[in-house]
Structure formats: structure tokens, C-alpha cells
């Protein structure tokens, strides 16, 4: 973190005349996020490297073009953008570089001691803290993170003035605070009484948002002889279960998921065809544990590797392993190349073993535009590379490096009251344009129900709880509009493959609810609305965003219950959307061959397709997903936001997708 860089002296300013003009309020934070703590007002010449996010032109075409490429009745479906047409549609407009420069002149910060990034995307100078209260008319404080010590300088509220708010995306240092990925959208793991050691709880139960997770992971992994010893947990006996659709409401193996979802084994790789897996280190595979996978379930691809891009000094860490470690990159990486094998799957590790990594860190490394450093990311909320922390990662940012597969699946998750709305909007808007250029992306909904990571609730004063009450969590990216999101089913105890699933309510319960900044998009307009005129939930404003305007999530949904994953040399059972999400990847992955096969684009963003033709999924009428003191929503005849739509049905699907041009 390199925010506050000391005063050298002279930067003197020559205060011009100030044009009347009405500042109004661009960003606000109500509360501190948890584990940071008010410290002192900064003294007035101290030097804040400022830097003005410009907006980007034509997003309020976005949706519209969006939906010209994805949605089933455009005569344009499937012909997908290229990088460049999105870069040059969405650049900032000369007329907004102008207008700040303008009014940082007006202010006494010269247009000399302005930098501009490439892209116009951002302004950059340096001011004393003086000059920059003035500028955004707001007051400056230092911040400690009370467990590491870690400073941080932010405000609470800033102003710009009034008619350059349409121009001006936000501004740092303000009101945004380091908030790196948490890991508690890990897949769960059933612990079983008696002989079961009880793990030690770290990553998955610590507050979410909080960036020392990531931080104690790389302690352990640096540091061997700290204590930490892997446990081993519950080991699977998997004779009998092999090639057996009799026991799948207790173990998910493939053979189930091809049988609830009605799709054959793949047989063929199309050399435009490609499928990536998302993991942030110190997330791991083990490759001894895909190969025992294979070995007792695609015995057609032993030893397989998946095809890995490393961004950003990213390591598949080995010093480490356990389930906190392992859990997630086996589960998502067993199902994912097994359920499209022979197509090849890419991993895309990100983040060095010292400062981890962002969303948008991989972001840019898929897309050199999102990048423009010194631009592009949030250096209060996001990894900045070349990493600053001793041992990390020396090479420059990655951006562009690596290109985008056709589908993106992604189990990992914030909550969205842990990022600013302009910080979210800016990398939903990155969704969008990775749907132009025809990707699908994939998130999980999230294993609480309700509730945010950590099963916590939003308590008064925007201070998350222990989840036994208060508002509801939504998860982000989840409700971004331009995303996937997929929640969690099961499959009824004792009954078969054939019979209808219900929302999960083993061990996890289905992410879903509605966005606080996000607004309901077109496409789902009429499912959300239906919902609420058929199905008034019991719940207020107190406890969810009851506008009947906001983003519902999830999409869809897809089995989250009870999945054999090898992981550290033992059969685990294994729970939650993680499971989810990639599965249903695996089954856009075959679909999109299906089309690619006869010269047709990828399916891209399908979620206009889906809502247009709920039909083409196995509605979920069945289970809730509870959480803050409360049963949740149910899931109902038609969208609920417990499973979406409901559950994939390929040959509904393909035929339909294959139809489209
Ligand atoms: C701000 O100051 C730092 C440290 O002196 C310098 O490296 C950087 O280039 C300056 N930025 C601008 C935009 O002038
Ligand atoms: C299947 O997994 C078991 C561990 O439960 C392992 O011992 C065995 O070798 C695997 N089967 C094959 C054919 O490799
Ligand atoms: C509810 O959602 C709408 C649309 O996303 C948003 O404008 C509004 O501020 C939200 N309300 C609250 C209380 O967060």
C-alpha cells in the first residue's frame, strides 16, 4: 500500500478564481468495514496521490447492446464484439477529460501537474491534503487495521461539483477500503461426529471482507513450523458408489449429474472451444488428487493437467494442503474436466502467495483495456503489482496477457455490502463487455442463504452480525446483472435421479436475494415481477430490498449437496454453490461445441435466453434458503430467489441454443 507518501516540500498552490459552482455528494460510506478503527485527522501537508476515475462513454447503451447479441429475438444474436469495437464504443469522452481538468484548474491544481493514463480512462496528480479537502470538500483521516497494524487513509463522504458527476466514475483515496477476496464461498464440508477431528477454524469462518484471511494463509504457507497442521476429515468408502445411480441423494459422483440433468459424456474437443476455472492462491489442486478422481471416475484422462495461466506470480502452492487449501480448486477442477473431457479446461491461478488477489486482477489479465495502469484498478481495494510486500511477485501487472475463455466459471465471492457501489458498477460493467465479446460468466451464489459470507447479517449501522438477525446479505458479483449466478439444489434424501430436485438444505443453503445497487435488469423484469405479485414474501424494507426494482439472483441452480471429491488423498464429501457453478459451466462448455461444431458462435450471456424461455429449466418448487434469524424464501413455481429459474435440462437447452443463430 503506497497511499501516503510523505511531503517533500514545495507544491505550492495559486488559488484561482473558484467558479460558482454547486458541489453535490458523490460518494458516501456510513461505516468503518470491520477490523479497521478511526485514527487521527491528517495534517494538511501530507501528499495524497489522487487519481479521478473518468466515466466511460455510452454505458447507458450498454444494456441495449447487450442484449442485441444475447437476446434470443435479435436478428444480431451471437454476432459478438470484438475487443477493439468494445474498447472504442466505451472509451471516456474527450469532453469529460476536459471538464475535470477544468475544474481541478478552477481549484489551483495546475493541467501541468495532471497525468492522463492512456486509455483517458483516469487523471492522476499528486495534492497536499490540504488541496485535496478543499477539491471533494471533505476531511481526511488515518485508519488501523487493529490486527495487523496496516494504515489507511480515507474520508467518509466527498463532493464534486454537479454537472460533472455524469463524468466522473470516483475518485481515490475517499471512501473505499481494502477488501480482498474473501475465501468464505469455500465449499463446505460435512464434519461427522465421532471420529472426525475438528479442524481448526481459519479461512472459511473468518469475517468476510476482512483482508488478514488472506494474510493468515500466507503466514501458514511461509511459515511451516507455526503449528498448523492439516487435519484429515471424513473419508468416503467409494466401492459401490462407482457407475451407481441407486445412492445419489448421498454421494454425487458424474454419473449423476448426467443423469439429473439429462447430458451424455462428452466425446469430442473443438479447437475453439475452451472452458476456464477461476482459483486465487493459495487456493491449490493437487494433481494426486485429480488422478485418483479420474482414476475411479474418467478413467479415459488419467493423469490430466489442466491448461494453467499464471497471473500475476500466481503458484499452484504445494506447502500447504489441507481442505481450507485444497477443498475448492479439487472440487471445481475434478467436476469441470471430467464433465467436458476431452475439451481441455484452463485454470486461471491468481495472485502471488503475498498480497492475493482480486476479481479485477484477473479482470485485467483477460482484458488489457480493463487494465491501463495507472489506471484500471482500485489501489485502495485491489493487489497492486509489481506486489510491494517483501517476497511478492516482481514482474509487472498481467494485462491482456491471457485471453478469455468461452465460458468463465468462478466460486469464489464478497458480499456486496463490502465494496462501494462504484467499485461494483465499474466491474459488472467488465461483465457486460465480456458478454459482448460472447464469454459467459459464472458466479456462485453463495452457501448462506440469505445471509452474506460467514452466514453474517447486516446489523444497525451497516455493521455485519452474527446472522441471527438484521438485513439481508447479498453477494457480489452475483447481483451484477451482466453475470450467471448459480445457486444450490439437492436431491430429495432417498429419492432418485428422475424425481424432482429441491433447494439445498444440507449443510449449505442457496444464496440468493436482492441487490442494494444493483437495478433490475430488462430480462428479468417480468419473472421478478410475477414472483412478487404470486408470492409476496413475509419480509419488509428491514429486511431486504423490497422495491420490486432491484437485481434478484440467483439465475439458475445446479446440484450442491453431497459431492465425492478427492482431496488430500481421501474421497471427501463436499457442499455449496462452488459445486454449483462449475458443473453448470460444464454444460454451457458442451453446449457451445454443440454450436461451434456447426460454425455458430458461443452462446455468450444467456441469461436473456433463459428468462425468455424458463421452460428450458427444471423448475425448483421445493426448500428455502434461511438465514438471519429468518426461513429465507422459498422456491416456488416459476424465478424464486432460492434457485432461479431451476436447474439446467441440456436437451431443452441445446435444442434451443442450437436453433439460435
Ligand atoms: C506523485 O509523486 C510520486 C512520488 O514523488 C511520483 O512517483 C509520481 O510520479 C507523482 N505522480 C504524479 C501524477 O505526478
Ligand atoms: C480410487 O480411489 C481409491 C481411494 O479411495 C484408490 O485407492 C484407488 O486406487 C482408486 N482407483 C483406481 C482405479 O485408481
Ligand atoms: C434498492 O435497489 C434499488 C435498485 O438497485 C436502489 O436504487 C435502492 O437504493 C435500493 N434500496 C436500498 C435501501 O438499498
Redesign the pocket.
Known sequence: MHILILALGALVTSTLAVPSSTYVRHEKRNNLPPGWVKDQRLSGHEILPMRIGLAQSNLDKAEEYLMEVSHPDSPKYGQHWTAKQVAETFAASQESVDGVTEWLESSGIAPERVRKSQSLGWLHFNATVAEAEDLLKTEYYLHKHTATGKPHVACYEYHIPAHLQPHVDFITPTVHFDTKIPQAALPKRKIEDANVEKRTPTLSTAAAGVPVQTKAAVNVITNPNNGYHPKKGVDINIKGIIAELENCDQFIVPDCLRALYEFPPNIAANSKNSYGIVEYTPEAYLQGDLNMFFANFSTNQKQKTPTTDLVDGAVVQTQVESFEYNGESDLDLEYAMTLVNPQPVTLYQVGDLEEGASFNTFLDSIDGSYCTYEGGDDPTQDPTYPDPLPGGYTGPENCGGFSATKVISTSYGYNEADLTPAYEIRQCNEYMKLGLQGTTILYSSGDNGVAGNGGQCIGPGGVYNDGTSGMFNPGFPSTCPYVTSVGATQIVPGASVTQPEEACETVIYSGGG???????PSYQSAAVKSWFANHPPPYT?AQF?N?Q???GFPDVAANGANYVVAIDGAFSLVYGTSASAPVTGSIITLINEARLTIGKSSVGFINPTLYANPGLLNDITKGGNQGCGTPGFTAVQGWDPVTGLGTPNFPKLLAKFLTLP
Open positions: 436482492f441487490s442494494n445497487v444493483f437495478a433490475l424494507a430490498n422495491t426494482k432491484s437485481r
